[in-house]
């Protein structure tokens, strides 16, 4: 076990500190702590995530925000259904396995096509469509037009990856 999982706030320790609102999805402090006073939002950005001090760790906004809801940590990753890690809604979050997690990636910031899963062929003077399944490059075809490999690719998704698909 991690340290910062032995030293984890307990779920009554979160709520006497916190309080959450899970139509809004924010966070705000119950007492003062340090500059803070009752009322103000807790947290401060990191990367694409909110996050927040507790006893010396830095914990994810959205697994606390999970955690105060259920009244228990997440026992898996938190994934944002909609991609934006700062919207904490509680009907925005849901406790999924990393492989499902992966499912809902957002298309890569160096796609060249804009397209999830389309890439051009130079060599082939073609486009196809891939995709990951179960860690694996899955090939959906070999297309004449983006559009048509684009199609394969939406396709692919809602049959790999469903109800955790991405739109590309």
């Not at 105060?68 to 934006?84: A, K, M, Q, R």
Request: charge should be positive; include cysteine.
């Amino acid at each position: 076990m991690k340290t910062s999982e032995r030293l984890r706030p307990t779920i009554d320790e979160l709520k006497a500190l916190l309080a959450y609102d899970p139509e809004t999805g924010i966070v705000t402090y119950r007492v003062k702590r340090y500059r803070k006073k009752a009322g103000d939002l807790a947290g401060f950005q990191s990367g694409e995530y909110l996050c927040i001090g507790i006893n010396q760790f830095d914990y994810k906004l959205h697994r606390v925000a999970w955690a105060l809801h259920y009244g228990e940590w997440p026992s898996l990753e938190i994934d944002h259904i909609n991609g934006n890690g700062s919207d904490n809604r509680i009907v925005n979050l849901r406790n999924v396995t990393h492989a499902q997690n992966l499912k809902n990636r957002k298309t890569a910031k160096n796609n060249t096509t804009g397209l999830k899963g389309v890439y051009y062929s130079k060599r082939d003077k073609s486009w196809s469509a891939k995709i990951r399944v179960d860690y694996q490059w899955k090939c959906l075809g070999t297309f004449q037009t983006k559009e048509e490999a684009a199609e394969a690719y939406e396709t692919g998704s809602v049959r790999y990856h469903g109800e955790f698909r991405r739109a590309g």
